[in-house]
């Protein structure tokens, strides 16, 4: 797919997910026990064979930038293309900050006019996957589509559940004749993953069209609106996904990861993920570690006892440590004897000796960056 | 082109025969190595981290790996615009092609490398070996005795003192006695096989042997008795720390074990002295409902159903349910089915083992716990092998492609 270029929108809001995005975006959150959420849609690209890929930033991202550095680790250091990020900027007709999702394509044209590639593929950043869009292209292709939409049935789920999302409703053959953005009573069970194909001049000449109106978001203003005129497609993704909009989708589709067929979707299906290598350690058991369903990652110590926990790089847990169902990110420290139970740790956080945390499994207990507790 | 003051010549093209199966594919620097590592990544990231950054690297036997494992030296932080690391492997010449006859041999040929760089000093590593130095430290040491040659030392127990070349020294470190492997060692001052030469004396010493028909072309038995003789300037430079040659089966293994103690000797943990690797892209490993893991290491990628004791996974391993790992290092990608044991061995990389096996078979008896595990009681596996279910191998037995089915018979 050396044709076709990738744009990731990662301006999502994050209102929901809480103190783990204070200081950082959506795209920069710690997923997986060693990942960040980005890797996902960025590996996703890169083994598409896709190797021109732009990045639009909004919210805090130095965390992101930091993480990303010059692309080497999605091997995105390319001398044609690479990986370009993109930062909003002040000038005379831009604010920096965007209005909306096509804003933010608009204020980069340039960088997407002078891309050579014929198609573009443009995602958001919160939606957890492992695929590849050779397929979905080909469908593009062959079905003559003006723009095929990504998404994902999922049957068994709650309404509620459902009115978080973006949903389509398709026809026999595949055209989306209707789209709803989180509605109160969902009529469909088709969630638009936020994972674009089209074909680039026609990307620029909608951006262009909507921006002389004074239209700013791409479903309303581009989806909704040209469903009739446009060629609208959609195109089925059977395996695992993880939308991660809010503290409670975060916890539960980290928790979703011990079970294996789901690990095995996410981390290996359509190639492998790709994230900053660290050169942490091997992971290191006591002698009287218990561990019991949990994912840990290179750099921890584990002298105590975790069981339903997703345990990032470098974590201490101290002999005697008590536990269950939580998150522990990067660098955090659990003494001896503490308790806890569903919890979120971000990074660098320190519980002290004997201290006790109980969250429970629909409100998890979240404790910020660095706390010490 | 950038003059280096200090170029390192890191020697990797040795057999390692005494690692029997483990490197019938592979160089011994390239042997993997504490859970994700290979041996080379400790003289390479020793090198970035003392702020030498031109490295070459020799190699000769079985390079495949090893090249491809070291790439462009970018884990190392050594993918530089002037220097980096190379691989140096025997070439042609206009007469004759000729293999690398010994360690100065190899130095020798590779003259015209090291001559672009216009270096002061040479500093001379071995791939063999597990240590964490400053070899700033060293050269600092070497640059202040103005010495022609200094060499790094280590003192070791009396009784091994006759595998080393062992030196005497005067208050000033000054070296006036060295004898390779002598059988009635004079003290128990080893080399460590890490030298720091001015490279101007070095390469007239180097010419010199290289036309002394007698020479084995060995820096142990020929370049540094030389000097010597010729009443060079020579320095030994003491060092304190963990250091090991895992040239053989039981080194290896019992440096590998010597990671699983509460506070090794080895602090891997340092961050301000990284051991750095080329890291395999896999996700957290994963641990069962039901699996037991105690005193052991395990990296990215593994999923562990069973029992695993005293023991070292490498990525990607995996471990069956009822199946029991004790006193044992499995190497990358090594897959171990369901109620299988395993215990005192080394199971090389890719290697499949089936259900309900029993590998180290009539391991150890009670009495035996009370002492360490000897050379003869380690298995070895080899690598890329399939070994069905129920196989059973006794202690101390290596095997590997070639030879397995011999055993699966006998038992």
């Known amino acids: 797919m050396r044709d076709t270029m990738g744009i990731i929108y990662t301006g999502e809001s994050n209102i929901s997910l809480r103190e783990i995005t204070l200081r950082r975006s959506v795209a920069a959150l710690p997923f997986g026990g060693r990942y960040r959420v980005i890797d996902f849609t960025l590996s996703n690209m890169i083994n598409s064979g896709i190797i021109n890929v732009g990045l639009i930033t909004q919210n805090n991202y130095h965390s992101l930038m930091d993480h990303l550095d010059s692309g080497k680790q999605w091997d995105l250091d390319r001398k044609s293309g690479g990986l370009f990020i993109l930062p909003p900027y002040v000038s005379s007709d831009n604010t920096g900050w965007y209005r909306g999702e096509i804003d933010a394509y608009h204020s980069n044209m340039s960088y997407i006019r002078r891309s050579p590639q014929k198609y573009v593929v443009i995602s958001g950043s919160s939606m957890v996957c492992n695929l590849t869009y050779d397929d979905a292209m080909e469908f593009h292709k062959d079905n003559m589509a003006d723009i095929t939409v990504i998404y994902k049935q999922e049957k068994n789920t709650t309404k509620k559940e459902l009115s978080r999302h973006t949903l389509i409703r398709t026809d026999e053959q595949n055209r989306i004749w209707d789209i709803e953005v989180k509605p109160a009573t969902p009529m469909s069970d088709k969630i638009s993953m936020e994972m674009y194909i089209l074909d680039k001049k026609l990307f620029e000449y909608l951006i262009e069209e909507c921006v002389a109106r004074g239209q700013y978001d791409l479903n309303k203003d581009i989806f909704i609106k040209n469903k009739e005129k446009l060629r609208i497609l959609g195109y089925p993704y059977n395996g695992y996904l993880a939308k991660i909009d809010s503290i409670h989708s975060y916890f539960k589709h980290n928790m979703e990861l011990f079970d294996l067929d789901n690990h095995y979707e996410l981390f290996h299906h359509a190639g492998p993920v790709y994230t900053k290598v660290k050169d942490e350690v091997p992971a290191k058991y006591g002698d009287n570690s218990i561990v019991e369903n949990s994912l840990v990652a290179d750099g921890c110590i584990v002298e105590g006892s975790i069981e339903n926990c997703v345990l990032f790089r470098g974590v201490k847990v101290a002999k005697g440590a008590v536990v269950k169902n939580s998150i522990i990110m990067q660098e955090t420290e659990i003494q001896e004897k503490a308790v806890l139970e569903n919890v979120i740790l971000d990074k660098e956080v320190i519980i002290r000796k004997g201290k006790q945390l109980i969250g429970q499994e629909s409100y998890p207990v979240v404790i910020r960056k660095s706390a010490i507790i | ?411």
């Open chain 2, 1 to 411: 082109m950038v003059t280096k003051k200090c170029v390192a010549m890191l020697l990797a093209g040795g057999q390692g025969s005494r690692l029997g199966v483990l490197t019938k594919n592979t160089a011994k620097p390239a042997v993997p190595f504490g859970g994700k590592y290979r041996i080379i990544d400790f003289p390479l990231s020793n090198c970035t981290n003392s702020g030498i950054d031109t490295i070459g690297v020799l190699t000769q036997y079985k390079p495949l790996k090893l090249n491809s494992y070291i790439g462009i030296g970018q884990p190392w932080d050594l993918d530089r615009l002037n220097g980096g690391v190379s691989i140096l492997p025997p070439y042609m010449k206009q007469s004759a092609g000729e293999w690398y006859s010994g360690t100065a041999n190899a130095i020798y040929q590779n003259i015209e490398f090291i001559d672009t760089y216009k270096p002061e000093y040479v500093l001379i590593l071995s791939g063999d070996q597990i240590y964490k130095m400053d070899y700033s430290e060293m050269l600092e040491f070497h640059e202040e005795k103005k010495a022609d040659v200094t060499i790094a030392i280590l003192e070791v127990p009396w009784e091994d003192a006759s595998r080393f070349g062992i030196m005497n020294t005067d208050d000033e470190n000054q070296i006036y006695e060295f004898v390779e492997k002598p059988k009635k060692p004079i003290s128990n001052k080893a080399s460590m096989g890490i030298y720091i030469f001015k490279w101007k004396k070095l390469r007239k010493y180097l010419i010199e042997d290289q036309n002394t028909s007698t020479s084995t072309n060995d820096f142990g038995k020929d370049i540094i008795p030389k000097m010597l003789k010729d009443g060079e300037h020579m320095f030994a430079f003491p060092f304190k720390g963990y250091w090991r040659d895992v040239g053989t089966i039981q080194s290896l293994w019992e440096a590998n074990m010597d990671l699983l103690e509460e506070a090794p000797e080895l602090d891997l943990y340092d961050h301000g002295w990284r051991i750095y690797s080329r890291n395999p892209v896999e996700p957290p490993h994963f641990i069962a409902l039901g699996a037991n893991v105690r005193r052991c290491i395990i990296t990215e990628g593994g999923i562990i159903y069973g029992d695993v004791y005293h023991s070292v996974l490498f990525s990607g391993v995996t471990i069956g349910r009822g199946s029991k790992i004790h006193n044992s290092i499995l190497m990358p990608n090594v897959k171990v089915g369901e109620n299988t044991v395993i215990e005192n061995a080394i199971i090389a990389e890719n290697t499949v083992i089936g259900d309900n096996c029993y590998i180290g078979y009539k391991a150890r008896t009670e009495e035996d716990n009370k002492q360490d595990v000897k050379e003869s009681e380690i298995t070895v596996i080899g690598e890329n092998l399939v070994l069905p279910s129920g196989f059973k191998l006794d202690k101390g037995i290596m095997i590997d492609a070639d030879n397995f089915r011999a055993y699966q018979a006998v038992v």
